[in-house]
């Protein structure tokens, strides 16, 4: 994995990020389900990461999944996020990290049968994000 280009001690974190957006993004941690600020959003623009503003996922990608986190079927660019094996909780899965500064997104599934053209679902962490609008 490459060296993320925004590198910040956890002292220079917690003065960006609140204690939420902190144990998300920095630590890993994961929003209830279901009540996230953009799981049902069906607003047209860009969503950026929380942590360090670059551009992740465009609504264009967005799916309704009704998984309780917001979905995506592709990122915005393949260079904007990494993907590496989690096997936390005892399961396999594939955590999405931010590309620039090495944030914790969230976990990409494949073939659950979506119908979208990927065949996978980014299900990402609503406080990992923050939507700019396409008319700002």
Request: include cysteine.
């Amino acid at each position: 994995m490459t060296a993320p280009k925004l590198v910040l001690s956890d002292d220079q974190w917690r003065e960006r990020l609140t204690p939420e957006e902190f144990a998300v993004l920095r630590q890993a941690g994961t929003e209830r389900p279901f009540t996230g600020e953009y799981t049902d959003t069906k607003t047209e623009g860009v969503y950026q990461c929380r942590a360090c503003g670059a551009e992740l996922f465009r609504s264009t990608e967005k799916f309704e999944s009704h998984c309780g986190w917001p979905s995506f079927f592709d990122p915005a660019d393949s260079e904007a996020v990494i993907l590496r094996p989690d096997d936390s909780l005892g399961m396999r899965r594939v955590e999405v990290l931010c590309a620039n500064c090495h944030s914790h997104l969230g976990h990409v599934f494949e073939g659950e049968g979506y119908p979208t053209p990927t065949d996978q679902r980014y299900c990402i962490n609503s406080i990992s994000l923050r939507l700019v609008p396409a008319d700002s």
